[in-house]
Structure formats: structure tokens, C-alpha cells
């Protein structure tokens, strides 16, 4: 008959993990960057504690997790107030740790506990997280983790709605121009988010914002950056047309300077770009009620752009986007002939 003198580790409960997740986290702060060992051996601490909650949550490959245990976990780090410590903490983990805190992350919002999404309530709740998290893109250490936190985050309308109503929300414009290519098609796949999943918020956000939005918007359509031009323009295109924006839209085409710049972008080296940039010329030009400055430039400028036009897409599109080609050249030049234009 054997003995064994040691008791294998009784599994932590949801609780137990959640104030283990806190400590762990907490214990970094007591340490000096000058006890390195101990420092070390913290972290270690808090990585096997991320791991042991991210098996919780999703399993191992091998057992499923228990639903039970998944809501009651995300309640009490909720409860323990562990989301700010992930979010304020991520930049002294490493990058395994932050991709499990990324998993988890993603897990956590959408776990429902009872009748009520206690992490998007908690989030509700201390908003300032959220600029936290988009302040985050200055720093290419923790940008794309904060970025996935972030697009986890926009999914919910209420959340969306704050980042776009925030001054932190300005901020993109400039991220999506960052040096660091990863750092800035992770802030523009978050812009493009914050733009497109929740058609009657952004609507609101465009209309409260017009002059502000679009003034910044033009300097990314006119970036020396192609991937920046080519993807503001697709873009544009995207949220721009859709119905909720139709007063948006309106009142878009009908102004000058935004009818130059799409003029301008007809005429760039690239061809996507082109393509991109008739999508959007072709609504000025079909619009049934171009106000009369519209209707000046293209006469002014009816020969370049019926030129430009022509060898647009040779050979490479379909037959709709050559017949609407034609039917845009054809409004030009109508418009071109009108006699009272310069009365």
C-alpha cells in the first residue's frame, strides 16, 4: 500500500482566481525595478494566473469550459475591479501574456451573467478605460493588443457610441498615419469599426460633426501615403452610402471642395485609386440636384475629366462600370452645353 505525502492542488474556483488575478497584479507594484529576481518571479505569478483564467474561460483542447464557472469568473473580476488592472497593467506583460489577456478579453465582454453584460456594464461604468485604451496606439509596444481590446469593445453600440462622441476618437486620424505599419492598419481597422458597425450612431456622430470630421477626413484622401488614400477612399465609399448617411451624403456632394478633391484623386498613379475615386465622382455628377457651383467646375473642367474618363479602367472592368462610365460622361457633357451657367 503506497502514500503519497503531498495532496494534489485543489483547482481554484472562480472566486479564488479573480482575487489570485488581483494579487498577482497588485504584487508588481510592491517590487522595484532593482529586485530583479523577485520582480522576475512576480511575473511569472501573474502569466500562470492568465494562463489558469484563460483555461477557465475557454478550456484546455481537452475539457470544455464549465458555463458556470466562465460567468461566475467574469463576474468577479468584474466585481474585484480586475478590468482596470488588465487594461492599465498590459504593458509590463509580455507578449504571450497580452495575447491571453486579449483572448480572455474578447470572452469576458460577451459573457451574459444573469440578464445583464456585467463587463460591458462595467465599462459603462468607467469609460475613461476606453481612452485609455485608444491613447494606447502611441505606444507600439501594447497598440495592436489595445487595438483588439478596443474592436472587442466598439461591437457594443453603447461603447462605440463613446469613443466616437470622445475627443480621444480625433486621435485616429493621426494613428492611421503612424511610421509603424502594423501599429497604423490595426488603428485604421479600429477607425473603419467605429465608422461602419453601428449605422444610426454614426449618423448622429456625422451630423453633430460635419465640418470637423470631414476637414480631417480630406487630409487622409490627400495623404502622400497611397495605403492611406486607397484605404480613407474605400472607405468613405462604405460608410457615406449607406442609408442612415443620405443627409450626410447630400450634403457631402454637394459642396466644391470635396467634388476638387475626388477630381483630383481621377487623376492619381494609381489605378485602384482612380477606380475608387469615379465611385464617388459618379454621385456628384448623377446627383439631380447639383446646386450651380457643382455644375461650373465640371463645365470648366469638362474636357480634362471626359479625357480622364475615357481611359479609365481600359481593359480591365466590367460592363456595368464601363456603362456607368458612360452615362457620367454623357451628364458632363450636358452639363458642359448648358447656356445659363455664366449668367
Not at 444573469?114 to 505606444?139: G, I, K, P, R, W
Not at 472587442?152 to 461603447?159: A, D, G, V
Request: charged fraction near 25%; charge should be negative; aromatic fraction near 10%.
Amino acid at each position: 500500500m503506497s502514500f503519497s505525502f503531498f495532496k494534489a492542488s485543489r483547482p481554484k474556483t472562480p472566486s479564488e482566481l479573480a482575487k489570485t488575478v488581483k494579487d498577482s497584479f497588485n504584487a508588481l507594484d510592491s517590487i522595484t525595478v532593482a529586485e530583479v529576481k523577485a520582480l522576475e518571479k512576480a511575473m511569472e505569478e501573474v502569466e500562470k494566473n492568465i494562463v489558469a483564467m484563460k483555461v477557465m474561460l475557454a478550456g484546455d483542447g481537452e475539457v470544455e469550459p464549465n458555463p458556470d464557472q466562465v460567468a461566475q469568473l467574469t463576474l468577479e473580476v468584474c466585481n474585484e475591479d480586475v478590468i482596470a488592472l488588465f487594461i492599465h497593467k498590459l504593458l509590463i506583460l509580455g507578449w504571450e501574456a497580452r495575447k491571453n489577456l486579449v483572448h480572455c478579453w474578447s470572452i469576458m465582454l460577451k459573457q451574459k451573467v444573469d440578464s445583464t453584460y456585467c463587463c460591458v456594464q462595467y465599462m459603462e461604468n468607467h469609460l475613461e478605460l476606453l481612452d485609455f485604451l485608444v491613447v494606447c496606439y502611441d505606444n507600439k509596444e501594447i497598440a495592436t493588443h489595445c487595438g483588439g481590446m478596443l474592436r472587442e469593445c466598439i461591437k457594443l453600440p453603447s461603447l462605440a457610441k463613446y469613443i466616437l462622441e470622445s475627443p480621444s476618437f480625433g486621435l485616429f486620424f493621426k494613428f492611421v498615419e503612424m511610421p509603424n505599419f502594423d501599429v497604423a492598419s490595426d488603428a485604421f481597422s479600429t477607425f473603419k469599426d467605429l465608422l461602419t458597425k453601428h449605422e444610426s450612431a454614426v449618423s448622429q456622430y456625422l451630423t453633430n460633426n460635419y465640418s470637423e470630421f470631414f476637414e480631417q477626413y480630406e487630409k487622409l484622401l490627400t495623404s502622400p501615403n497611397y495605403v492611406t488614400r486607397r484605404q480613407s477612399l474605400k472607405l468613405l465609399s462604405e460608410f457615406l452610402l449607406e442609408p442612415p448617411n443620405s443627409l450626410i451624403m447630400k450634403r457631402y456632394i454637394a459642396e466644391v471642395s470635396h467634388l476638387k478633391v475626388m477630381m483630383n484623386l481621377l487623376k492619381d498613379s494609381s489605378k485602384n485609386i482612380q477606380i475608387s475615386a469615379f465611385h464617388i465622382f459618379k454621385v456628384f455628377v448623377a446627383n439631380p440636384n447639383k446646386p450651380r457651383e457643382i455644375k461650373l467646375i465640371l463645365a470648366k473642367n469638362h474636357e480634362g475629366l471626359l479625357a480622364l474618363l475615357n481611359n479609365l479602367g481600359k481593359g480591365g472592368e466590367d460592363d456595368q462600370f464601363e456603362e456607368e462610365k458612360e452615362l457620367i460622361m454623357k451628364e458632363i457633357e450636358k452639363v458642359s452645353r448648358l447656356a445659363n451657367l455664366e449668367s
